[in-house]
């Protein structure tokens, strides 16, 4: 049976929850304190972005099993205002909110498996996927 929840994001205690949810998951699916703290991280990244650039979305997080693998995947998405130049926002150092300039690429850097979909004015829909090792 696959776990599956979603938290929405439209508050700061939305990103409270999704990071919880994450790591609760994290810990049922059998990843190790490390990877707990990674998936954890990453969570609060993609949920802190989608409440400070489109003020609400929705983050999904779902167990995966995939080739005899096993994993999660989180889902972060929004219908903010897109994100105009995904190359430059993929760049370690940029940011457009004052912080370390971590971000996106932190979050490709702490999962396996990372995809992004954005379209100015409609939205963006981040895909991450953590393995089991």
Do not use: C
């Not at 167990?63 to 897109?82: L, N, T």
């Not at 130049?85 to 457009?96: H, K, N």
Request: glycine fraction near 12%; aromatic fraction near 6%.
């Amino acid at each position: 049976m696959q776990v599956q929840t979603h938290v929405d994001i439209n508050s700061e205690w939305g990103i409270v929850a999704a990071r919880q949810a994450g790591r609760k998951l994290a810990r049922e699916v059998g990843f190790g304190s490390v990877d707990q703290a990674r998936i954890t991280t990453a969570i609060s990244e993609l949920a802190r972005n989608i409440y400070l650039y489109a003020n609400q979305g929705q983050i999904r997080i779902e167990e995966v099993a995939e080739s005899g693998k096993r994993g999660m995947k989180i889902i972060a998405s929004d219908e903010g205002p897109g994100i105009k130049d995904l190359r430059r926002v993929m760049e370690d150092g940029f940011t457009t909110s004052g912080g370390l300039g971590a971000g996106l690429p932190g979050v490709k850097r702490l999962m396996d498996d990372f995809g992004i979909e954005s379209e100015p004015d409609q939205g963006t829909v981040i895909t991450a996927v953590k393995w089991l090792r």
